[in-house]
């Protein structure tokens, strides 16, 4: 083969193990040679309308086997693969759609509607015509370092940027989580992380497919479903974000439900509460948080195994061929361990933003180093701890507060169920905190008596000047705080109102 990009995976799989089962959703499973069979007819399809190398596949709809099959027929063809987010508006997505302009758009049944709008005119191609008769794609080179995947980093918020991905960073990636995590061919992993973000794709499926395990597609996350079917189809492992990890420990079949089967669950994309970790420790299982981004691949840091459970709030150590330095704040580079902006360079760092040149000259610095904009605690055994972002950092009399620490103390105490601080605007100190508090069912507490448990626990700079209690916190589709929303809803309220609605 000439292809040497993640599009021929299933076929150079299917050499190996063409009877294993690749890919399985509800009742239906296809083997590696039935995969690749469908992933070949999808690209001759997808040639015959058109689609050329270098041209872009969008892709919106739930988890399914289909996704897959459409991000490997677009890596056939030298096409770029871009998955889009399924909680956007048409609006939002008529952006990113005029933004990357692809060749066609794969949808599944229930965006009918909203790609209608979103791609009016465009070429779209219904999950439910597939699949295309049996075809042959053309001949096509696909290197390395030809571009494999876009993801947009935002989207729900300001304008999103596409990062690049190249076949040569899908690949390393997965050599990189394989470092780590001791995924075998007989594995059977859950896919229940959305399929638009890179860790859906990154953490676990493809580097499952790689050793020729089975990946179970989740349309979409249900935490009661997941409980039941682990013990069904004895998982081995999946991939989640903390308030994945927090809404199975909370739901009522947790208790009782059959986790044996686990031996890996890995999540990243946040902080996770201690009390979380310790929930899923105490039944047993081994979670391994990672750190990474869409322009990583999104690997950085994982922890293994050996360590995780005496760090439950560690992001663990560097992935094998990736390296770190921090940024110190006068932009000199310094080596760890120690404190400062996290610099990442390695064969699965991106080579850049769609049509966003200066952003991403901005987005390096000397000689390839990528700026992540978090602040890291790399420690001497090189267990490394996500101090925040640096954008989230507020400055209260010239002393620098990060929210995530504040957050962390505020959820270890009984009431709170979740929280996020930001920074508001103080005429005397510059900035202040702001506490957004979810309260567990049935707790009571004011924002008098929250200062008052932070007091003695926190640095009197950094107990937050107001609280807001609200009912949840608005989050990506990913689980990540929605900042930027809190920032917009947040006011500095007056010295005689306290915040408590």
């Not at 965006?111 to 794609?137: C, E, H, K, M, N």
């Not at 009197?460 to 609280?467: G, W």
Request: charged share 20%.
């Amino acid at each position: 083969m000439t292809d040497h990009g993640v599009g021929s995976w299933p076929a150079r799989r299917a050499r190996i193990t063409p009877d294993a089962v690749a890919l399985r959703q509800a009742e239906r499973a296809l083997t590696y040679a039935e995969l690749a069979g469908r992933v070949d007819a999808l690209a001759a399809g997808l040639a015959d309308r058109g689609v050329r190398r270098g041209d872009r596949v969008a892709y919106l709809g739930a988890n399914d086997i289909a996704t897959f099959e459409t991000f490997f027929a677009a890596g056939r063809l030298g096409a770029i693969f871009v998955p889009l987010n399924t909680r956007l508006t048409a609006v939002e997505l008529g952006g990113l759609l005029a933004d990357c302009a692809p060749a066609v758009l794969v949808h599944g049944p229930e965006a009918a509607d909203v790609v209608a709008v979103a791609f009016p005119g465009g070429r779209l191609v219904p999950i439910t015509d597939l699949p295309f008769p049996a075809g042959s794609p053309p001949a096509t080179v696909v290197g390395l370092d030809d571009p494999a995947l876009l993801l947009y980093t935002s989207g729900t918020t300001g304008r999103a940027k596409g990062a690049v991905l190249t076949h040569g960073n899908l690949t390393w990636n997965t050599m990189n989580q394989l470092a780590h995590v001791d995924i075998l061919s007989t594995d059977v992993v859950l896919c229940t992380a959305p399929l638009f973000h890179v860790t859906g794709l990154g953490q676990v499926s493809l580097p499952a497919l790689f050793k020729g395990g089975t990946v179970v597609v989740a349309p979409r996350f249900d935490p009661g479903w997941m409980l039941d079917v682990i013990p069904e189809l004895r998982i081995k492992g999946f991939s989640a974000v903390p308030t994945m990890l927090q809404m199975l420990c909370d739901h009522p079949q947790w208790a009782d439900a059959d986790l044996s089967s686990l031996r890996y669950v890995i999540y990243g994309g946040s902080t996770i509460q201690e009390r979380v970790a310790n929930s899923w420790l105490a039944r047993g299982v081994q979670v391994l948080q990672g750190y990474g981004m869409t322009e990583a691949a999104p690997g950085v840091f994982m922890a293994t195994p050996a360590g995780a459970a005496q760090r439950p709030m560690s992001a663990g150590v560097t992935h094998f061929f990736t390296d770190v330095e921090l940024l110190a704040p006068d932009g000199t580079r310094q080596p760890v361990p120690g404190t400062g902006e996290l610099l990442v360079r390695g064969p699965n760092v991106f080579t850049g933003y769609w049509n966003r040149p200066e952003d991403t000259a901005a987005s390096f610095v000397d000689g390839g180093w990528f700026r992540t904009g978090d602040v890291v605690r790399v420690d001497a055994d090189g267990w490394t701890y996500v101090v925040d972002r640096v954008k989230d950092m507020i400055i209260s009399g010239g002393e620098n507060i990060y929210p995530a620490e504040v957050e962390a103390v505020i959820n270890q105490l009984p009431e709170v169920e979740d929280c996020a601080v930001v920074a508001v605007p103080d005429q005397r100190w510059g900035e202040v905190g702001l506490a957004f508090v979810v309260l567990r069912p049935g707790a009571e507490l004011d924002d008098e008596a929250l200062r008052t448990q932070l007091d003695g626990r926190l640095a009197r700079y950094k107990i937050p000047r107001y609280v807001r209690f609200v009912t949840d916190l608005p989050r990506t589709a990913t689980g990540k705080v929605r900042r930027a929303d809190l920032r917009a809803a947040a006011r500095p309220p007056s010295h005689e109102q306290k915040e408590t609605a």
